[in-house]
């Protein structure tokens, strides 16, 4: 049998994009993830290769949804204070500003990415897709998912921003690390 390799390039692809939606297997959780997003953020938590990525980038083009893309894979070794910094930097830089001021806490990051949210998509209904958090350490998952959600508390409390959706993939489950305290995050993100 002749089997011609772009065309097993095409079924078995790592990344999606328009190309290879023919070869895409629509599975439930798509249905889930579109039907969520429409009214929540969603976290999609799972093992590495289960198609997580996949799912969400496919969903996001399919459906015309305006996002942007923030891949922290390339910050692998640095702290979660330093993975939320470079949320920062990857939205100033998307949205023009090349040279952000290095915040000195979690406090400041967060004001300063409120603030560039509110300054460019208020009242905008736009994408924030934060994947490949690469923290391996449960307890530095933790301190991520704690001010990540402090964060997202913090959006959901500014008018004008409740159309600014996080959409997050990554493989630890970050529910265990919602304290009591933070339960209103179910409010406007759900958990795949």
Known sequence: ???CQEEVNNVLFDFYDQ???KFYLERSKDTDFI???NQFGVWIHGPSGCGKSNLIAR???KNNLDFIQIDLSPCIGQTPEELINEILYSLSERIGDTNPSKPS???ECSKKIIALLEENFRD???I???EEIPLGKDADFKIFAEKLFSLLTSKNLKQGLEKVKF???CIHNPTKYINDFQKKIYQQITFL
Request: glycine content about 4%.
């Open 19 to 21: 190309n290879k939606e």
């Open 59 to 61: 969903n996001l083009v």
């Open 167 to 169: 959409v997050l993939s």
């Open 105 to 107: 806490t979690f406090n």
């Open 35 to 37: 039907g969520f997003l």
């Open 124 to 126: 905008k209904e736009i």
């Open 1 to 3: 049998m002749d089997v």
């Open 128 to 130: 924030i897709f934060i």
